[in-house]
Protein backbone atom coordinates (compact mmCIF):
# COMPACT_ATOMS: atom_id res chain seq x y z
CA UNK A 1 0.00 0.00 0.00
CA UNK A 2 1.34 3.45 -0.78
CA UNK A 3 1.90 5.95 1.67
CA UNK A 4 1.61 8.54 -0.61
CA UNK A 5 -1.10 11.37 0.49
CA UNK A 6 -2.56 13.80 -2.83
CA UNK A 7 -3.37 17.15 -1.22
CA UNK A 8 -5.70 19.24 -2.91
CA UNK A 9 -6.25 22.69 -1.33
CA UNK A 10 -9.28 24.59 -2.01
CA UNK A 11 -9.49 28.19 -0.23
CA UNK A 12 -12.08 31.16 -0.34
CA UNK A 13 -10.26 32.93 -2.59
CA UNK A 14 -11.06 29.72 -5.22
CA UNK A 15 -14.41 29.48 -7.67
CA UNK A 16 -16.40 26.72 -7.43
CA UNK A 17 -15.25 25.86 -11.27
CA UNK A 18 -12.33 25.27 -10.21
CA UNK A 19 -12.83 22.16 -7.88
CA UNK A 20 -15.23 20.91 -10.93
CA UNK A 21 -12.04 21.03 -12.85
CA UNK A 22 -10.27 18.86 -10.54
CA UNK A 23 -13.14 16.49 -10.23
CA UNK A 24 -13.47 16.03 -13.75
CA UNK A 25 -9.46 15.28 -14.36
CA UNK A 26 -9.24 13.24 -11.00
CA UNK A 27 -11.60 11.02 -12.65
CA UNK A 28 -10.73 10.89 -15.68
CA UNK A 29 -7.01 10.35 -15.82
CA UNK A 30 -6.29 7.06 -13.59
CA UNK A 31 -3.26 8.09 -11.35
CA UNK A 32 -2.30 4.28 -11.67
CA UNK A 33 -0.97 3.66 -7.59
CA UNK A 34 -2.63 3.81 -4.56
CA UNK A 35 -3.07 6.62 -2.35
CA UNK A 36 -5.49 8.76 -0.20
CA UNK A 37 -6.40 11.38 -1.78
CA UNK A 38 -7.08 14.45 0.94
CA UNK A 39 -9.04 17.65 0.13
CA UNK A 40 -7.47 20.74 2.69
CA UNK A 41 -10.03 23.20 2.81
CA UNK A 42 -9.18 26.72 4.12
CA UNK A 43 -10.96 29.76 5.77
CA UNK A 44 -14.29 28.40 4.19
CA UNK A 45 -17.47 28.56 6.13
CA UNK A 46 -19.19 25.51 7.05
CA UNK A 47 -21.63 26.02 3.94
CA UNK A 48 -19.12 26.34 1.59
CA UNK A 49 -17.14 23.30 2.84
CA UNK A 50 -20.63 21.55 2.72
CA UNK A 51 -21.45 22.54 -0.88
CA UNK A 52 -17.84 21.14 -2.29
CA UNK A 53 -18.29 17.71 0.23
CA UNK A 54 -21.47 17.35 -2.43
CA UNK A 55 -19.47 17.37 -5.40
CA UNK A 56 -16.99 15.15 -3.85
CA UNK A 57 -19.63 12.97 -2.52
CA UNK A 58 -18.69 10.20 -5.53
CA UNK A 59 -14.72 10.31 -4.95
CA UNK A 60 -13.45 8.69 -1.77
CA UNK A 61 -11.57 11.27 0.28
CA UNK A 62 -10.78 12.59 3.83
CA UNK A 63 -11.82 16.10 4.74
CA UNK A 64 -9.31 18.26 5.94
CA UNK A 65 -10.38 21.65 7.64
CA UNK A 66 -7.71 24.28 8.13
CA UNK A 67 -8.94 26.19 10.97
CA UNK A 68 -6.54 29.12 10.40
CA UNK A 69 -8.29 32.38 9.95
CA UNK A 70 -4.93 33.75 8.89
CA UNK A 71 -3.66 33.71 4.84
CA UNK A 72 -0.89 32.18 4.97
CA UNK A 73 -1.11 30.69 1.45
CA UNK A 74 -0.65 27.31 0.33
CA UNK A 75 2.61 27.10 2.06
CA UNK A 76 0.79 27.48 5.70
CA UNK A 77 -1.48 24.91 4.83
CA UNK A 78 0.97 22.32 3.75
CA UNK A 79 2.90 22.98 7.04
CA UNK A 80 -0.08 22.21 9.51
CA UNK A 81 -1.41 19.02 6.79
CA UNK A 82 2.23 17.66 7.24
CA UNK A 83 2.75 18.02 10.78
CA UNK A 84 -0.94 15.86 10.97
CA UNK A 85 0.23 13.18 8.83
CA UNK A 86 4.40 13.01 9.38
CA UNK A 87 4.58 9.27 8.07
CA UNK A 88 3.77 10.62 4.44
CA UNK A 89 4.45 11.45 1.67
CA UNK A 90 2.35 14.20 -0.12
CA UNK A 91 1.77 15.54 -3.91
CA UNK A 92 0.26 18.43 -3.06
CA UNK A 93 -1.75 20.51 -5.63
CA UNK A 94 -3.70 24.16 -5.75
CA UNK A 95 -6.67 24.70 -6.24
CA UNK A 96 -6.36 25.72 -10.24
CA UNK A 97 -4.34 22.23 -10.54
CA UNK A 98 -5.04 19.02 -12.31
CA UNK A 99 -4.14 16.13 -14.25
CA UNK A 100 -3.89 15.34 -17.36
CA UNK A 101 -2.75 12.48 -18.84
CA UNK A 102 -3.00 8.49 -17.40
CA UNK A 103 -0.74 7.05 -14.62
CA UNK A 104 0.06 10.61 -13.67
CA UNK A 105 0.95 9.66 -10.02
CA UNK A 106 2.86 6.96 -11.15
CA UNK A 107 5.31 8.63 -12.98
CA UNK A 108 5.92 11.29 -10.72
CA UNK A 109 6.87 8.85 -7.91
CA UNK A 110 8.96 6.41 -10.04
CA UNK A 111 11.36 9.12 -9.72
CA UNK A 112 11.25 10.11 -5.91
CA UNK A 113 14.47 9.28 -4.08
CA UNK A 114 14.79 9.39 -0.20
CA UNK A 115 15.08 13.52 0.52
CA UNK A 116 14.26 14.61 -3.11
CA UNK A 117 12.10 16.83 -4.49
CA UNK A 118 10.22 15.97 -7.71
CA UNK A 119 8.00 18.75 -9.81
CA UNK A 120 5.94 18.66 -12.54
CA UNK A 121 6.74 22.20 -13.94
CA UNK A 122 10.03 24.82 -13.08
CA UNK A 123 11.65 27.95 -14.17
CA UNK A 124 14.59 29.69 -14.68
CA UNK A 125 12.48 33.07 -13.79
CA UNK A 126 13.72 35.89 -11.43
CA UNK A 127 11.73 37.93 -9.99
CA UNK A 128 14.85 40.58 -9.31
CA UNK A 129 15.65 40.77 -12.94
CA UNK A 130 11.76 41.18 -14.19
CA UNK A 131 11.53 44.17 -12.17
CA UNK A 132 10.87 46.76 -14.71
CA UNK A 133 12.02 50.84 -14.60
CA UNK A 134 8.67 52.40 -16.43
CA UNK A 135 8.34 56.14 -15.31
CA UNK A 136 11.15 58.43 -14.12
CA UNK A 137 8.86 60.18 -11.41
CA UNK A 138 8.70 56.62 -9.76
CA UNK A 139 12.87 56.57 -9.45
CA UNK A 140 12.92 56.29 -5.74
CA UNK A 141 10.02 53.97 -5.33
CA UNK A 142 11.57 51.71 -7.94
CA UNK A 143 15.15 52.06 -6.00
CA UNK A 144 13.49 51.06 -2.88
CA UNK A 145 11.58 47.70 -4.70
CA UNK A 146 14.71 47.12 -6.41
CA UNK A 147 16.65 46.98 -3.34
CA UNK A 148 14.26 44.51 -1.62
CA UNK A 149 13.88 42.13 -4.21
CA UNK A 150 17.86 42.39 -4.02
CA UNK A 151 17.60 41.60 -0.39
CA UNK A 152 15.29 38.53 -1.48
CA UNK A 153 15.93 36.70 -4.99
CA UNK A 154 18.96 36.16 -6.98
CA UNK A 155 19.20 37.69 -10.65
CA UNK A 156 18.77 35.40 -13.70
CA UNK A 157 18.86 32.45 -14.15
CA UNK A 158 16.87 31.36 -10.98
CA UNK A 159 16.06 27.80 -10.83
CA UNK A 160 12.87 26.90 -9.13
CA UNK A 161 10.35 24.13 -8.73
CA UNK A 162 7.27 25.54 -9.31
CA UNK A 163 4.68 24.67 -6.12
CA UNK A 164 1.43 24.31 -8.56
CA UNK A 165 2.19 20.32 -8.45
CA UNK A 166 4.88 18.38 -6.31
CA UNK A 167 5.81 15.67 -4.40
CA UNK A 168 7.70 15.46 -1.26
CA UNK A 169 7.86 13.91 2.29
CA UNK A 170 6.25 15.52 5.01
CA UNK A 171 9.21 15.42 7.53
CA UNK A 172 11.65 17.18 4.73
CA UNK A 173 8.53 19.89 4.26
CA UNK A 174 8.46 20.64 8.06
CA UNK A 175 12.03 20.75 8.15
CA UNK A 176 12.08 23.70 5.21
CA UNK A 177 9.22 25.42 6.43
CA UNK A 178 9.43 25.38 10.56
CA UNK A 179 11.15 28.98 11.01
CA UNK A 180 9.16 30.40 8.15
CA UNK A 181 6.25 32.74 7.72
CA UNK A 182 4.09 33.34 4.70
CA UNK A 183 2.33 36.73 5.55
CA UNK A 184 1.66 38.36 2.28
CA UNK A 185 1.93 37.26 -1.21
CA UNK A 186 6.01 38.84 -1.29
CA UNK A 187 6.67 35.87 1.32
CA UNK A 188 5.03 33.56 -1.02
CA UNK A 189 7.34 34.33 -3.99
CA UNK A 190 9.76 33.92 -1.78
CA UNK A 191 9.21 30.71 -0.50
CA UNK A 192 8.91 29.23 -4.38
CA UNK A 193 11.54 31.39 -5.78
CA UNK A 194 13.30 33.65 -3.48
CA UNK A 195 16.80 32.41 -1.82
CA UNK A 196 16.23 30.65 0.95
CA UNK A 197 12.88 28.67 -0.77
CA UNK A 198 12.02 25.45 -0.99
CA UNK A 199 14.44 24.47 -3.97
CA UNK A 200 17.33 26.25 -2.36
CA UNK A 201 16.74 24.33 1.04
CA UNK A 202 16.70 20.88 -1.11
CA UNK A 203 19.96 22.60 -3.22
CA UNK A 204 21.51 23.41 0.45
CA UNK A 205 21.61 19.75 1.44
CA UNK A 206 22.50 18.46 -1.84
CA UNK A 207 18.62 17.06 -1.99
CA UNK A 208 17.98 15.92 -5.51
CA UNK A 209 15.51 18.09 -7.04
CA UNK A 210 14.00 17.19 -9.96
CA UNK A 211 11.73 17.61 -12.69
CA UNK A 212 9.23 14.82 -14.31
CA UNK A 213 7.57 14.43 -17.34
CA UNK A 214 4.81 11.88 -19.56
CA UNK A 215 7.27 10.62 -20.77
CA UNK A 216 8.39 8.95 -17.63
CA UNK A 217 12.00 11.02 -18.26
CA UNK A 218 13.48 12.89 -15.02
CA UNK A 219 15.74 16.12 -15.59
CA UNK A 220 17.99 17.97 -13.58
CA UNK A 221 18.32 21.54 -13.19
CA UNK A 222 20.28 21.79 -15.79
CA UNK A 223 17.87 20.30 -18.19
CA UNK A 224 14.46 21.21 -17.13
CA UNK A 225 13.97 23.42 -20.21
CA UNK A 226 14.01 20.57 -22.39
CA UNK A 227 11.38 18.33 -20.24
CA UNK A 228 8.82 20.83 -22.10
CA UNK A 229 6.49 21.02 -19.26
CA UNK A 230 6.47 24.64 -19.11
CA UNK A 231 6.30 27.43 -21.55
CA UNK A 232 8.39 25.59 -23.62
CA UNK A 233 7.83 24.40 -27.63
CA UNK A 234 4.14 23.08 -27.40
CA UNK A 235 4.31 22.06 -23.44
CA UNK A 236 2.84 18.58 -24.31
CA UNK A 237 5.01 16.99 -21.98
CA UNK A 238 3.47 18.57 -18.89
CA UNK A 239 1.68 16.01 -16.52
CA UNK A 240 -0.11 18.36 -14.14
CA UNK A 241 -1.65 21.35 -16.03
CA UNK A 242 -2.07 24.73 -13.98
CA UNK A 243 -3.58 28.22 -14.76
CA UNK A 244 0.18 29.38 -16.05
CA UNK A 245 0.42 26.31 -17.93
CA UNK A 246 -3.31 26.60 -19.75
CA UNK A 247 -2.04 30.65 -20.73
CA UNK A 248 0.70 29.76 -22.36
CA UNK A 249 -0.99 27.37 -24.55
CA UNK A 250 -3.28 30.25 -25.58
CA UNK A 251 -0.56 32.35 -26.38
CA UNK A 252 0.05 33.12 -30.12
CA UNK A 253 3.67 32.13 -31.09
CA UNK A 254 5.36 35.79 -30.68
CA UNK A 255 3.55 35.63 -27.21
CA UNK A 256 5.06 32.43 -26.37
CA UNK A 257 8.73 32.99 -27.39
CA UNK A 258 8.81 35.94 -25.11
CA UNK A 259 7.36 34.04 -22.48
CA UNK A 260 9.70 31.44 -22.92
CA UNK A 261 12.68 34.03 -22.98
CA UNK A 262 11.17 35.00 -19.93
CA UNK A 263 11.08 32.07 -18.22
CA UNK A 264 14.27 30.32 -19.54
CA UNK A 265 16.29 32.98 -21.30
CA UNK A 266 17.59 32.77 -24.83
Same mark, same amino acid.
Given at each position: MSNIIVCYLFTKFDTSSSIDQFINHYTEFNAGLNHKLL? *? =???? $?????KFCELKLKNIPHTKYVDTTEKNDFDFGSYFRVCKNYPNNKF??????????VNNWLKI &???? =?? =???????? +????????????? %???? &????????IRF %???FNKFPNPHIRTTG?? &?? +?? $????? =? %? $??? *???KFDAWKLESGKFSITAHFKSKDYPVIIV?? $??ASFNLKFWKISQTYNFLNQDKTIISDSHCRKYLNLNTNERLISQSKTWGE
Open positions: I *C =YKML $DSESIFFLNAKSYPI &INNH =YK =YNSLVGTT +ASYESALTSLKFK %KFYK &IFSFLLRF %KNNFL &IN +AI $DYIEF =Y %K $DKV *CNNNL $DN
